[in-house]
């Protein structure tokens, strides 16, 4: 498998998504609220006049929420079904190339890591979460408080 992997950290966990389906990375610098959105949906944001929705992924996992009071966020951007959508990470590491095709997942991760994973993926850097991109994004709202 000589599929390309942007290596991510979502909620201190390093995955990776499928390289092929990021359009860039940014940093988000303005958050707009949505009333009545999903809870994983952060908000809106703008990219070279385009709106893109933004997942918060901590959230979409069921792993808290992330904190967008400081004002630059990282974020991977991708189309699904023709809108765009900002994906918030902790951090943006690198693009590294798959050594071994995708393989089944052999152990508990917890319900939101379960939801979205396609499997594991060797690297070299060791294995890793590939992440299903459409289920991130379509994760139910999570109702978890957090302080």
Same mark, same amino acid.
């Given at each position: 498998m000589n599929q390309l992997l942007l290596i991510v950290s979502i909620a201190g966990s390093r995955v %990776? /998504?499928?390289?092929?389906a990021v359009e860039s990375v940014i940093? !988000?610098?303005t958050l707009i609220p949505v009333p009545r959105s999903p809870a994983h949906v952060a908000g809106l944001s703008a990219l070279r006049s385009r709106v893109l929705t933004v997942i918060d992924c901590q959230r979409a /996992?069921? !792993?808290g929420v992330s904190d967008f009071s400081d004002g630059i966020n990282e974020a %991977? &951007? &991708?189309e699904v079904e023709g809108h765009h959508y900002a994906l918030s990470v902790d951090a943006v590491e690198d693009v590294i190339e798959a050594s071994s095709d995708l393989q089944p997942v052999k152990a508990a991760m917890g319900e939101g890591w379960e939801r979205v994973a396609r499997g594991m993926v060797e690297t070299g850097e060791g294995p890793l979460l590939l992440v299903d991109?459409?289920? !991130?994004i379509g994760a139910e709202a999570q109702e978890r408080a957090v302080a």
């Open positions: %990776a /998504l499928p390289a092929s940093e !988000l610098d /996992l069921g !792993l %991977a &951007v &991708v991109i459409t289920a !991130l």
